[in-house]
C-alpha cells in the first residue's frame, strides 16, 4: 500500500515514558548508578571527578546531567591520542568499555520497565487513538512501549517508516530504539525472531530488530549494543538509516493537520530535533520542496496541542 501522509502527527518524550515509570533524562545518571557493579562505579567515578570536581557518589546533586558526561567522554575519545604523548594506565579502551557498559545498564533497565507498562488505563486509550487514526508518531524515546502496543509481534520495516509504503499507524525513532541491533550481533537468533528492518549501504551494516520486542540475554556474558543515540549534546546521524528516518519525520510534520506534543519539552541539547521541527512548521505554510525552484501548494498552519495522557 502507497504510504499516506496522516493527519494527526504526534510528538512523544520523555515525559510520555515518564508517567510509566521510566525515569527523566535529568534523573537518569543518579538512577542507572545502582545497578553498576562495584567496579564499573569505581572507573566511572573517576571519569566524572576528572571533569567534576565536586562530585560525590553519595550526594545526588553532585551528579552531572547525563547529556553533559557522555558529551564529555565523546569529546575524550575524540582528544584522546593528542592528549598526551603515549597510552599510560588508563586507556582509550578503558574509557569506551566504561561508556558502552553504562549504556548498557540503561538499555537493560528499559527492557524490564517496558513490559510493566501493557496494561495502565490512559496508554491503552492513546495507542487505540493513534492507531484508530493511522497516524504518525515521532517517538524521541528508546523504550519498547510504544513499539509493543502498536504492533505487538508484527514488526516490520514499514512499521517503521523504513520503506516507502505502510497502512499505519507509523512510528518513527529518530534516536534508535532498544530492539534495534546493527551488523552480526544477533546473527545466532533463530530467523523467525528476528527481521532485517534496514538494508547495508555504503560502509553501513544492517539494523535487524527482534520479533516480538525484547531484550537480549547471552549466557557467555558477551555485551550487546542495541542502536540507540546516546543523549549527548554532539550527535552522530552518519547512518543511513538515520538520514531516512529525519527525512520522514519532515515529511510528516510538512503537511500534518494536527500536531500533539506528548510528554516532549524540546530539550536546549536536541539541535537536530529543533531544525526538523522549524523544517516542518515552515514547509507547512511555504510547501514542501520538490524541485530547485519549486515546491509543493502549502497545506497551512496545524493545530498544536500538549498534552500529558496522564
Not at 502496543?149 to 534508535?176: C, E, M, Q, V, W
Not at 533463530?190 to 535487524?208: Q, R
Not at 542502536?227 to 531516512?244: E, N, Q, V
Request: net charge positive; proline share 5%; with cysteine.
Amino acid at each position: 500500500m502507497k504510504s499516506k501522509n496522516a493527519e494527526t502527527v504526534y510528538i512523544v518524550g520523555a515525559g510520555f515514558s515518564a508517567g510509566l515509570g521510566y525515569p527523566l533524562t535529568a534523573n537518569l545518571l543518579v538512577e542507572v548508578w545502582p545497578r553498576l557493579s562495584k567496579n564499573y562505579q569505581d572507573r566511572l567515578g573517576k571519569i566524572i571527578k576528572f571533569h567534576h570536581q565536586r562530585f560525590d557518589s553519595t550526594r545526588n546533586t553532585t551528579f552531572p546531567y547525563i547529556e553533559e558526561l557522555l558529551t564529555e567522554i565523546n569529546v575524550n575519545l575524540d582528544m584522546f591520542g593528542s592528549s598526551r604523548p603515549i597510552e599510560g594506565v588508563f586507556t582509550k579502551a578503558t574509557l569506551e568499555d566504561v561508556q558502552a557498559e553504562l549504556l548498557t545498564q540503561i538499555a537493560r533497565w528499559f527492557h524490564t520497565l517496558y513490559k510493566q507498562a501493557d496494561e495502565i488505563d490512559w496508554l491503552i486509550k492513546v495507542t487505540a487513538r493513534i492507531k484508530d487514526e493511522r497516524a504518525t508518531v515521532i517517538s524521541f524515546n528508546w523504550d519498547l512501549v510504544l513499539d509493543q502496543r502498536l504492533f505487538g509481534g508484527t514488526i516490520t520495516p514499514a512499521n517503521y517508516g523504513l520503506t516507502d509504503s505502510h497502512s499505519g499507524p507509523l512510528l518513527l525513532k529518530p534516536h534508535g530504539s532498544l530492539n534495534w541491533y546493527e551488523g552480526d550481533q544477533i546473527k545466532p537468533i533463530n530467523a523467525a525472531e528476528k527481521v532485517k528492518i534496514y538494508k547495508a549501504e555504503n560502509t553501513f551494516k544492517p539494523v535487524w530488530a527482534f520479533l516480538p520486542p525484547r531484550g537480549i540475554k547471552s549466557a557467555s556474558g558477551r555485551r550487546y549494543t542495541p542502536l540507540i543515540m546516546p543523549p549527548t549534546y554532539i550527535k552522530d546521524f552518519r547512518r543511513p538509516i538515520s538520514g531516512k528516518l529525519w527525512q520522514r519525520c519532515t515529511n510528516a510534520l510538512s503537511v500534518a493537520k494536527e500536531i500533539v506534543f506528548l510528554g516532549y519539552s524540546l530539550p536546549e541539547a536536541d539541535l537536530q530535533a529543533k531544525f526538523i521541527l522549524r523544517c516542518g512548521f515552515h514547509n507547512q505554510t511555504e510547501g514542501t520542496i520538490l524541485s530547485k525552484d519549486r515546491r509543493s501548494k502549502p497545506t497551512g498552519a496545524a493545530r498544536v496541542s500538549t498534552r500529558r495522557c496522564w
